[in-house]
């Protein structure tokens, strides 16, 4: 079985500054037909997990850009360009090449 | 509005069962793969279950399979769990979701609590 590993687990930030979080995947999630299926998700308090990331690489809409995503294969990144107060929630990596599986989660909040 | 609503939660015995709806406005889920996930209290997301667009294939966690069913009629742009002898650790918040993107549409609901004491 696949198992999604993010780190740090906590990660308390500055506003104003970057801030990255890491997924590993013991399984390579790309897929024949060269993308990586990878998600990211926030889970802002009290509210349900929205899309930041998909493919890896590829903002949804209306995600600011101060948001990336990066990697390929078994290890991703997703990095926030400056912290702002309304980043504060927990981040998810999923992956998406077989049945949906979520990392532990990785909790930001503002110093 | 486009949304998901979920609904159909409650308080239910060990034991018991519960069914789930996910009724979609505003758009339509029939062409694409459905999800549940749930979210134990203070824990992180969990995966449950999923149908395809038809409704012809479906796979579950290991910790549901042979107690839960999904379902889906696409007539009534509606998505279904059946959750049949619930146990305590079943207990969670249960989201409806589409993990394929579909920009400007919704891509989960806001969940329903599933509460089995």
């Known amino acids: 079985d696949t198992v999604m590993t993010q780190s740090p687990l906590s990660l308390p930030v500055t506003p104003g500054e970057p801030a990255s979080i890491s997924c590993s995947s013991s399984q390579s999630l790309l897929h024949s037909d060269g993308y990586n299926a990878l998600n990211w998700y926030l889970q802002k308090p009290g509210q349900s997990p929205q899309l930041l990331i998909y493919l890896g690489s590829n903002r949804a809409s209306g995600v600011p850009d101060r948001f990336s995503g990066s990697g390929s294969g078994t290890d991703f990144t997703l990095k926030i360009s400056r912290v702002e107060a309304e980043d504060v929630g927990v981040y998810y990596c999923?992956?998406?090449?077989?049945?949906?599986?979520f990392g532990q989660g990785t909790k930001l909040e503002i110093k | 509005e486009m949304q998901l609503v979920e609904s159909g939660g409650g308080l239910v015995q060990p034991g018991g069962s519960l069914r789930l709806s996910c009724a979609a406005s505003g758009f339509t889920i029939s062409n694409t793969w459905m999800h549940w996930i749930r979210q134990a209290p203070g824990k992180g997301l969990v995966w449950v279950s999923r149908?395809?667009?038809?409704?012809?294939?479906?796979t579950y966690a290991d910790s549901v399979k042979g107690r839960f069913t999904i379902s889906r009629d696409n007539a009534k742009n509606t998505l279904y769990l059946q959750m049949n002898s619930l146990r305590t650790e079943d207990t969670a918040v249960y989201y409806c979701a589409r993990l394929t993107y579909v920009p400007g549409t919704p891509g989960w609901g806001q969940g329903t609590l599933v509460t089995v004491s």
């Open positions: 149908v395809s667009a038809d409704g012809s294939i479906t």
């Open positions: 999923m992956q998406a090449l077989h049945t949906p599986l």
